[in-house]
């Protein structure tokens, strides 16, 4: 148990990368199925990426497939999210979530606060 907390956003222009972190206070992320969300103004929230704790399996919409990478590193405790060539249309606050359960496609028990990314030129 413990609070979910992002890193990494910031203003870039388009085709630009970003590497979004995703820590857990006063735990650890290794045994938790973790996804990242994100919400523009007007739209509904939507999950762009998902990596199970038992195999390590990943889950990505059309969305981001091909341009966005979720992995996890257990040393640092921390779950990523990489993102390359980034659109104007990615700009929306992300969110990282986790479960107990050991596959995506779940509900999520932890939030974290949110990081926001914008692109613009």
């Known amino acids: 148990q413990g609070q979910l907390v992002e890193s990494g956003g910031g203003l870039v222009q388009p085709g630009d990368s970003l590497r979004l972190s995703c820590t857990a206070s006063g735990d650890t992320l290794d045994d938790y199925t973790v996804g990242w969300f994100r919400q523009a103004p007007g739209k509904e929230r939507e999950e762009i990426a998902c990596?199970?704790?038992?195999?390590?399996?990943?889950y990505y919409p059309d969305s981001v497939e091909g341009r966005f990478t979720i992995s996890r590193d257990n040393a640092k405790h921390t779950v990523y999210l990489q993102m390359n060539s980034l659109k104007p249309e990615d700009t929306a606050l992300y969110y990282c979530?986790?479960?107990?359960?050991?596959?995506?496609?779940?509900?999520?028990?932890?939030w974290g606060q949110g990081t926001q990314v914008t692109v613009s030129s």
């Open positions: 979530a986790a479960e107990e359960d050991p596959d995506c496609g779940y509900e999520y028990t932890y």
């Open positions: 990596i199970s704790q038992t195999d390590g399996s990943t």
